[in-house]
């Protein structure tokens, strides 16, 4: 419908706008201008306005063209109003204005809207579902019922009273989270993503498992930054998956290794993604505490996916790489060594005590400097030269394209989260999951995990857990679980939802670029990542595993779940050191089962029966050595 020159100034309306709110964040990281109110206010001006912009230049008639702009212009006007009287609403907190009132519900829709556009139709129905609740609540029975509220008090409550859409949860996207998004556009931007996949295939390309070892290791590194299984997937499984296939891999054994080890990523320190900064704020538990806890779990998730892959490898027999496939790791890491400085700079910001948004502002500031000084080794006049500044523009574009898909996502359940408040829902869940658990913990954890599974399937990770840590942690922490151990143990479930049938949306990613069976890749995908159903429940009831306790039983059970989650692997794949028998793949099992059980009795017995079969799949192996070079020396005669 838009002409091409129109389409063409209506983007760099809106890269210039995207670049403009990378900007500002930048500025008011380093010097806060506004209260957190405003602050969060401009951040969802900025992000709406993104928005529909976007849905004005794909607009494809007059009615879509119409619509976009409408909801833009509401868009401004709602979020226009909340800044310019941000004195009076909050000296008059608790009133309302027929202005406010029509302009509360302007920022309602488009809030909701924006969500629908750019995350699915699935959060965006459970926002009005529970608005229509919190409303109408009189007229549900028993459990749900509640006397409601009327509309003059429920719209500012949601949207113009600094609760709802400018809760905590809109306030971590405007402060620390569109850091890290911007540092993970100008990384991209820069050309770290091929640096992270060359840096995979040097290290692990040697290897008979190279291609699905370089996808663990790159997707791990990407995926920390990304903050999205989905996207990950998308970013670099256009590189592995092809080469797994080529190697000999099944295309859906391929998929589905990309799909684990970019989900994963999001558990994967120093950045976690995002909803690792969502924990902090929810929490109030520093978000380095929670990174440093969260490092073990990840390190067995990841050694577990590159066992099963090494081991899938041994037992087909796969070739190895071509030499000339392989990059040299000193070239890689000559030529890209100062991608890793800004996760560096990271990770000695966080172990210092220094804030979240003071870390980001290091890392940005990092790989903008090590950047400028590579690249003028070469040519002095860089810092002056377009490429410089193209590098920042494109940087700060795609971290801000990110950032709105967050933002969209923060302000609706921000609307989401304050109505299981206001209701009560909140508190009958915990109640509920309480009385249904009777005292037996473990079925308020199945019920939890069910839930997180539940709306992981159809709702962004980040959305998933603050729903859920809203709703359930509540009740798993009053029955004397330890708070950082739930909200991790929940974040996890909402993460591996990414890989759970029916919907398992980064499987399904996975499929379609190795052109594989949708469900076989999601079934395979679940079984390699099994680990990640399995560790949250070791470290919710034994927290040593998270550095919640002695060094002695930290050690102790990061041994003990390190060697059953292996065994698990080789039982799972039929492969250690040879190919297991049926038997020796029973015991491996069972001993899985005794060593991921920590306590010292069942410690002592997985370990031997790990041992015993590891000992005589050596023997096999070394049996197997020797018989191939007496065939060759026999040949040779």
């Known amino acids: 419908m838009l002409s091409e020159t129109l389409k063409g100034n209506l983007n760099k309306i809106f890269n210039f706008i995207a670049v403009s709110m990378g900007i500002y964040h930048l500025i008011t990281a380093v010097y806060p201008f506004f209260s957190p109110v405003e602050h969060s206010d401009i951040h969802l001006a900025f992000a709406l306005i993104l928005i529909y912009l976007k849905v004005i230049i794909k607009s494809k008639n007059h009615i879509s063209f119409l619509v976009g702009v409408v909801l833009l212009l509401m868009s401004a006007s709602a979020t226009i109003y909340v800044f310019l009287n941000f004195d009076f609403l909050n000296d008059k907190l608790g009133l309302y204005t027929t202005t406010g009132l029509i302009l509360g519900t302007f920022l309602l829709i488009v809030t909701i809207d924006a969500a629908r556009r750019e995350l699915g139709i699935a959060l965006p129905i459970l926002a009005l579902i529970s608005i229509l609740y919190v409303r109408y609540g009189y007229l549900c029975p028993g459990f749900f019922n509640h006397a409601g509220f009327e509309w003059d008090r429920l719209i500012p409550s949601l949207s113009i009273y600094f609760t709802g859409v400018f809760g905590t949860l809109l306030d971590a996207s405007a402060t620390f989270i569109v850091l ?46 990304n903050g999205s299984a989905v996207a990950n997937v998308a970013t670099t499984g256009v590189f592995t998956i092809p080469l797994m296939k080529k190697c000999g891999y099944e295309p859906k054994m391929a998929g589905a290794v990309e799909a684990v080890a970019s989900t994963g990523g999001m558990i994967m320190p120093p950045v976690m993604g995002v909803g690792a900064f969502i924990m902090a704020g929810i929490t109030g538990i520093p978000y380095s505490t929670i990174a440093f806890a969260a490092l073990i779990p990840a390190l067995l998730y990841y050694s577990t996916a590159a066992a099963t892959v090494s081991f899938y490898a041994a037992k087909h027999n796969f070739r190895t790489l071509e030499k000339h496939e392989i990059p040299k790791l000193s070239n890689v890491l000559r030529d890209g060594w100062h991608f890793l400085m800004p996760i560096a700079a990271i990770i000695f910001a966080l172990s210092k005590g220094f804030s979240v948004t003071r870390s980001g502002i290091y890392g940005i500031t990092t790989i903008l400097l090590v950047t400028i000084v590579k690249e003028s080794l070469r040519k002095w006049t860089y810092i002056f030269s377009k490429d410089f500044f193209h590098v920042i523009k494109e940087g700060l574009i795609i971290g801000i394209r990110g950032t709105i898909h967050v933002a969209a996502a923060c302000a609706v359940m921000g609307i989401l989260a ?102 076989e890749t999601g079934m395979r995908a679940l079984r390699i990542g099994i680990p990640g159903l399995i560790l949250p429940i070791i470290f919710l009831y034994h927290p040593a595993l998270i550095l919640q306790g002695t060094i002695s039983e930290i050690v102790a059970i990061s041994l003990s779940s390190f060697f059953g989650l292996i065994s698990f692997a080789a039982a799972s794949e039929g492969y250690l050191f040879t190919a297991t ?16 059980y920590p306590t010292n009795n069942t410690d002592v017995i997985g370990y031997i029966l790990f041992f015993t079969i590891a000992l005589a799949q050596f023997r096999k192996f070394k049996n197997k050595d020797a018989e191939k070079i007496n065939q060759a020396q026999e040949r040779g005669i």
């Open 418 to 519: 304050h109505a299981f408040v206001i209701s009560g829902l909140a508190f009958k869940i915990v109640f509920m999951i309480k009385e249904l658990s009777e005292g037996l913990h473990y079925i308020a954890v199945i019920l939890t995990v069910l839930v997180s599974l539940f709306f992981g399937m159809g709702i962004p990770t980040t959305a998933t857990y603050i729903l859920v840590a809203v709703i359930g942690a509540p009740a798993l922490v009053e029955l004397g679980f330890p708070l950082l151990a739930v909200h991790l143990f929940i974040y996890y479930y909402c993460i591996i939802a990414n890989i759970t049938p029916p919907v398992c949306a980064a499987a399904l990613m996975g499929s379609r670029i190795a052109k594989a069976n949708y469900l």
């Open 180 to 225: 890290f998004m911007l540092l993970g556009g100008l990384l991209d931007s820069s050309g770290a993503g091929k640096f992270f996949i060359d840096f995979a295939l040097a290290t692990g390309g040697r290897f008979r498992s190279g291609p699905a070892q370089a996808a663990v290791i790159s997707s791990c590194l990407v995926g920390s930054i």
């Open 581 to 596: 028998s049926g038997v020796e793949r029973l015991i491996l099992g069972i001993s899985s089962i005794f060593l991921v």
